[in-house]
Each structure stands twice: as C-alpha cells, then as structure tokens.
Antibody, heavy 120, light 110 residues
Framework: QMQLQESGPGLLRPSETLSLSCSVA????????WGWLRQPPGKGLEWIGH???????NYHVSLKTRATISLGTSKNHLSLKLKSVTSADTAVYFC??????????????WGPGTLVVVSS | QSVLTQAPSVSGAPGQSVTISCSGS????????VTWYHHLPGEAPKLLMY???QRPSGVPDRFSGSKSGTSASLTITGLQSEDEGDYYC???????????FGGGTKVTVL
C-alpha cells in the first residue's frame, strides 16, 4: 500500500527558499505522476503543481515563476522548492499521487501534510 | 477565493441525508469530471468520489455523486458521526492545465 510523508523546515523567514520533501513508500516514484498541494490557514485546498512520469511539470500560474517540482536525489523522494516565500505561503503542504487517465484526474493517496510558517 | 463554489457548511441529524453542491464553469466542471475529497484537519485528505459518480474501494455506498452541466453534487444518505469533516469538490480546469477546488463544505452531524 502506497504511503506518503512530507517533511520540511517548519519555519522560515520571508524571502527564503522553501524546500520540502515527500517520502514515498510502497511504490516506485518513477512509475507514477505526483503533485503538491497546500491549504493556507482557514482556507481551502490549492493546487501548486505536478510532475508526470515523463518529467514534464505543470504549475499554477500564480506560482510558476517560484515553484520547482522534481524527483529528489534521494531514492523515492519527491521535492518541492518555492523561492522568495512570503507570509502568503504559510500553509499545510501536501504531496499526493496524481492519477491521470481518460475522464479521470485526481489525487490519491495523499500524505498527512506538513505545516510551513513564514514569519520574520 | 476558490474557483469552484461550495456552501461553507451543512448539517444533519444521524440517519438523515445531506447534499453538498459544487458550482463551476465551462472550463472545468462543464468539460471535465468532478472529484470529491473528505478531509479531517491534521489528517491526509481522502478520495471519496471520482469521475463524477465512482466510489473508490472502501467508500460506503451511502455516498453518491452526480454532475449536470457546470454543477455537481455529493449526497450522503444515512448520515453518521464519522461523516463529519470538510468536503472538497475539484475538477480539472482546461485553462490552468491543472485542478481547481471548491472552498470546502463543513459537514456537522447534530
């Protein structure tokens, strides 16, 4: 059974670069598509971006210049980097497997999320 | 502000039925399928419904989904206390080349 677990710095200062990792157990990273999403405090879920098995990435237009999703250098780790963070990037960040098929695109399963706070 | 529109909250007594609505547009729900997620704070969001009406393995048949035009709905029949939490609709948006979500509906079992 596929299991995902996010990890990150917890707290960082404005203008720094956020680096998050998602550890995947029970599946080979290169066989599936993956995504990153987030939930700001008191708000709903937001898509950040995703990476296909081909290596092609798509990002939300509002984050396209700052976000980079890649397969991590460590085995079975997915990475998200977000440059020049501000307080608006404070959120719980989730990684998830992206299922993309005919008439079906959805995220399943998800990790439990990791809280990132941006504060000076 | 979320691209898809959901009511902020809905409630019902145990055993009753509740329906959660989700409104979108011609670039998302109008042309793509709808997904529903159930989320309890502090936990991983869980896939509840995909391709408008399909339940993943393990999701009880008390949950049903439908879609018409640019709107969709999720109905929970025979409400149980374990059904509490936040429910999010989502659909791929052709303009974004990615998914858009509703703001979430909080279900409370009275």
């Amino acid at each position: 059974q596929m299991q995902l677990q996010e990890s990150g710095p917890g707290l960082l200062r404005p203008s720094e670069t956020l680096s998050l990792s998602c550890s995947v157990a029970g599946a080979s990273l290169g066989r599936f598509h993956w995504g990153w999403l987030r939930q700001p405090p008191g708000k709903g879920l937001e898509w950040i971006g995703h990476i296909y098995t081909s290596g092609v990435t798509n990002y939300h237009v509002s984050l396209k210049t700052r976000a980079t999703i890649s397969l991590g250098t460590s085995k079975n780790h997915l990475s998200l980097k977000l440059k020049s963070v501000t307080s608006a990037d404070t959120a719980v960040y989730f990684c998830a497997r992206l299922y993309s098929g005919y008439q079906a695109e959805y995220f399943h399963p998800w990790g439990p999320g990791t809280l990132v706070v941006v504060s000076s | 502000q979320s691209v898809l529109t959901q009511a902020p909250s809905v409630s019902g007594a145990p055993g009753q039925s509740v329906t959660i609505s989700c409104s979108g547009s011609s670039s998302n729900i109008g042309v793509n399928t709808v997904t529903w997620y159930h989320h309890l704070p502090g936990e991983a969001p869980k896939l509840l419904m995909y391709t408008n009406t399909q339940r993943p393995s393990g999701v009880p048949d008390r949950f049903s989904g439908s879609k018409s035009g640019t709107s969709a709905s999720l109905t929970i029949t025979g409400l149980q206390s374990e059904d509490e939490g936040d429910y999010y609709c989502a659909a791929w948006d052709d303009g974004l080349s990615g998914p858009v979500f509703g703001g979430g509906t909080k279900v409370t079992v009275l």
